[in-house]
């Protein structure tokens, strides 16, 4: 007898880990294998989203495992109806990788994440002949040589025909456009490398080319690709964003980042206000156009961790309704981040003013935000952050939008400026 998507799906709940471990490989394996299962017999995507959106509707209930396999299901079965052909090149830059590169028989944390990578790609697009994929890894200045590791895995693998390593530390010395002004690799926080690896993918002329990029780690599975492939090839968007903060997104999010991510966005949203149903510009897995790609490198303004809202900025103006998002499942990579000490949110802010003031009429409320910003040092951030209103960790980013109730004159107090 035919099981059902919910049969199956909950069989695959009886036999999962209580907690899903990115460094354990059985685990993702398992994964893919309860994905697989939800595929057998060629349910359409409508039957996969209703499974979803089972799944979601008592989700403290349904291990991860489970919730991100019928993602990746979902993802998998929006490939495998394509006809035309089409080929993605996914876009990742390394800094101080050089443990999270290696299994965790090896390192402890380690998550062999560029083989898994590929392996991840193989099985997205596997039995669709008409889709292809490329990878592009691009060394954002690495001290440890991430880059030279990441060139030897791929030749150990026997990968050169698909994934290749670029340096920007050689870009920048060539004078390459991708690199615009930049001195050195230091003048770059993974913006740069993300921009020059864009750039060289989206050079070669492709059938139905996607570049997607995404971050080194494992937090987003690049199963869900088809997803973000699908809002672009299938419904006509140029660009398509992975969210954590729509209702259909599964996050696992270690530590209490929260209050400031709101205190974020909240100051973001008061400057810019052509991406009203955006939330989460910061997610690390956003596909474009090959030929939009192409259209907004040139001019970039932010090298640094703001470059992915310019991204979103120049895309809206290039074309007002060419935008799309995709709730995700992401789960969050902690164990060897290279990022966490960083806090890199007032720069971050810093450079969303001069994106105001370059791409967007100025108007008085939003004038009033900048010159805040402005003033802030990182003294008076701290300040901030540990006095930010209730009126904003109260509600949801969603609100932001139109929310507008705390005062750049309230926030400066607050500072103590």
Not at 1 to 8: D, H, K, N, Q, Y
Not at 88 to 109: C, D, L, N
Not at 189 to 197: A, D, H, V
Not at 262 to 278: A, G, N, T
Request: proline share 5%.
């Amino acid at each position: 007898m035919t099981r059902t998507l919910a049969e199956i799906a909950q069989e695959a709940a009886r036999q999962a880990p209580a907690q899903l471990d990115l460094t354990n490989e059985e685990h993702e394996s398992q994964t893919l294998r309860v994905a697989d299962s939800l595929l057998v017999g060629g349910p359409d995507s409508r039957e996969l989203r209703a499974l979803e959106g089972q799944l979601l509707s008592r989700r403290e209930d349904v291990p991860l495992q489970v919730q991100l396999a019928a993602k990746l299901a979902l993802a998998r079965s929006l490939m495998l109806a394509r006809t035309d052909p089409a080929h993605v090149s996914v876009v990742f830059a390394v800094y101080k990788e050089h443990q999270r590169i290696r299994p965790a028989i090896e390192v402890t944390g380690g998550e062999n994440f560029l083989v898994r990578k590929m392996a991840q790609l193989d099985w997205l697009l596997a039995d669709c002949p008409q889709l292809t994929w490329d990878l592009i890894v691009v060394d954002d200045g690495c001290p440890e040589n991430s880059g030279r590791i990441a060139a030897e895995i791929i030749a150990r693998e026997g990968r050169t025909d698909q994934a290749r390593v670029l340096y920007l530390a050689e870009a920048i010395a060539a004078g390459h456009p991708a690199a615009g002004d930049l001195a050195t690799p230091d003048d770059s926080r993974k913006g740069g490398s993300i921009q020059l690896g864009l750039w060289e993918a989206s050079r070669e002329a492709r059938p139905g080319h996607v570049v997607v990029f995404t971050d080194a780690d494992l937090s987003t599975h690049l199963g869900q690709t088809g997803l973000l492939v699908e809002a672009i090839l299938g419904q006509g968007h140029d660009v398509a964003i992975g969210s954590r903060r729509l209702p259909e997104a599964v996050v696992i999010k270690q530590g209490a980042r929260n209050d400031r991510g709101k205190l974020f966005i909240y100051l973001w949203k008061r400057l810019i206000d052509i991406l009203p149903e955006v939330i989460d510009t910061q997610c690390g897995f956003k596909g474009f156009r090959a030929g939009t790609v192409r259209a907004i490198l040139p001019g970039m303004l932010e090298r640094r961790f703001a470059f992915d809202l310019e991204l979103l900025i120049k895309s809206r103006l290039l074309r007002p309704d060419g935008l799309a998002q995709r709730g995700i499942a992401w789960i969050d990579s902690d164990a060897l981040s290279t990022t966490t000490d960083l806090q890199p949110y007032l720069p971050m802010l810093q450079a969303i003013v001069l994106m105001y003031r370059t791409y967007l009429p100025q108007n008085e409320t939003a004038d009033t935000f900048a010159d805040f910003i402005d003033r802030l040092n990182e003294p008076a951030w701290v300040t901030l952050q540990e006095h930010i209103p209730v009126a904003i960790t109260e509600r949801e980013p969603a609100v932001f939008g139109e929310f507008a109730s705390v005062s750049a004159a309230e926030l400066s107090r607050a500072a103590g400026l």
